[in-house]
């Protein structure tokens, strides 16, 4: 990127992603702006912070500061369709256009990066690990996919810290653009077959990933996965799991709602009373992964690491409670960005076993038309763990309809006593009309965005 390129556009503005882009580039000095299709909670936050957002891709609405080629940077999401009008403007004048992708691989080619990668956990696991950098004294600057809790924000920032910690998101191989330091795979369940087609395809992605970590890094995978990484000679490769591998846990209590364990290490040294701050079972494995890379660092300190773990409130949207009512009897209301089948057997199970004795009422948005139809039969098997579930209609995101997938040929498959088939425009009066115990709310869509309602209406109907 050339340092004349002052000014950066954002062409989808508002995704999680990009937001951590736009707010450092702020923090940098340079004037920000973009186009996104709608406003959402957090177009207004960025707004607010200095971003100028346009939500019409009309050329004539692209501020005049960001027309001109030699100070303008272009940075792009590949969601955005390839006939959007502010795109094909920026490509015939001339300006340089990057993928979101290849600013953050210019990012890790420039510090030490910590790349976490997987089908899924790739999120809680980088939140877990820049939270535990930034508690102990090096530091970090941080890009994450989710917004985290402790800070309010998906950035975090240090002029000193030589790491930077980096959510490596495989979708349409962008994680291709990186250069680890230290790598973590925690999972590779197939996913995103609308762009990779088959299992094998998936898996070569990741082996590639693999390929471009420094000759002076590391890799920390998951034990059990079916890729075969590829390394550089002098590239270290370890494992992790909750019970084995050259990182694991021993000594795991649970009891009063907290999770406790001790961490060992490659080296066979132990971090002892390692306490969860967000208590659901998978967390203990996410914990090993982010406690793994940042130990590969030799710049962790082990009570700042267990002190970051037992202050960590997670990143929004990954087992959030939004009502959490005390008492054997008391109602409560949990959201989870699950949106692969894999990862909404995992919440369900996590608040099952949170909930042993209540009953669970699943609200789940099916993401994109693709994976429902990739997926229908396992998002079926999930959904049937639940007591009741309510289904809504797909959200398409970047996708158009495919004939003849709807969420009914998931609904048709779930085996459990109560379910519903709803359009979101009606969940609302769904649960008006609605008496339940413990509900969660679960996809990566727009179901979130009804949740300030769905509490107020608990509240007040009591």
């Known amino acids: 990127m050339n340092n004349k390129k002052t000014n950066i556009y954002f062409v989808g503005a508002g995704g999680i992603g990009m937001a951590a882009l736009e707010r450092y580039f702020l923090s940098r000095g340079c004037k920000v702006a973009g186009y996104d299709r709608t406003p959402t909670a957090l177009t207004k936050a960025l707004e607010d912070e200095g971003v100028e957002i346009v939500y019409d891709d009309d050329v004539n609405l692209i501020p005049e500061d960001f027309k001109n080629p030699d100070t303008t940077l272009i940075v792009y999401t590949p969601a955005i369709p390839n006939d959007h009008k502010g795109l094909n403007f920026f490509r015939n004048g001339g300006f340089e256009i990057l993928k979101r992708a290849a600013v953050l691989g ?39 996919g989710g917004i985290l809790r402790n800070y309010n924000s998906n950035l975090l920032l240090s002029e000193t810290s030589p790491y930077s910690v980096i959510e490596a998101d495989e979708y349409d191989r962008s994680f291709h653009q990186l250069t680890p330091y230290i790598a973590v795979i925690t999972s590779t369940d197939p996913d995103h077959l609308d762009i990779y087609g088959t299992e094998e395809a998936y898996l070569e992605s990741f082996a590639h990933f693999t390929e471009l970590i420094r000759e002076d890094g590391a890799l920390v995978i998951h034990e059990g996965l079916k890729m075969t990484p590829r390394v550089a000679p002098g590239v270290k490769i370890y494992t992790y799991s909750r019970d084995n591998g050259d990182f694991h846990a021993q000594n795991i209590r649970r009891g009063n709602g907290t999770i406790t364990f001790d ?29 793994a890379g940042c130990f590969l660092t030799g710049d962790m300190q082990a009570t700042k690491a267990a002190e970051a773990m037992a202050s960590f409130m997670g990143p929004k949207r990954r087992f959030e409670f939004w009502l959490k009512e005390p008492g054997e ?121 009804y949740l300030p309602q769905i509490c107020n209406i608990v509240t007040n109907n009591d």
Do not use: W
Not at 415 to 432: A, G, S, V
């Open 106 to 144: 210019m990012i890790t080619r420039g510090s030490k990066g910590l790349c976490f990668a997987g089908t899924h956990g790739k999120t809680t696991t980088s939140s877990m690990a820049a939270h535990i950098l930034n508690n102990c004294e090096v530091g970090c600057n941080a890009f994450l």
């Open 329 to 449: 009897n008391g109602r409560a209301i949990i959201d989870d960005y699950a949106h692969h089948p894999d990862e909404l057997t995992a919440s369900i199970n996590s608040v099952k076993s949170l909930y042993p004795n209540r009953r669970i009422t699943v609200a789940f948005q099916p993401h994109l038309y693709s994976r429902t139809r990739d997926f229908a039969p396992e998002f079926a098997k999930a959904l049937s763990l639940a007591d009741e579930v309510i289904l809504l209609d797909i959200y398409p995101a970047r996708e158009l309809p495919i004939q003849g997938i709807t969420s009914k040929i998931i609904f048709d498959d779930i085996n459990c006593k109560n379910k519903y088939l709803i359009n979101k425009e009606n969940l609302i009066d769904t649960i008006k009309n609605y008496t339940f115990e413990i509900l969660l709310t679960v996809g990566a869509g727009d179901i979130c965005n």
């Open 263 to 291: 961490f060992v290490a490659c080296d066979g040294s132990i971090i002892k009373d390692i306490e969860l701050g967000v208590p659901v079972e998978i967390n203990i494995e996410n914990a090993i992964a982010s406690l």
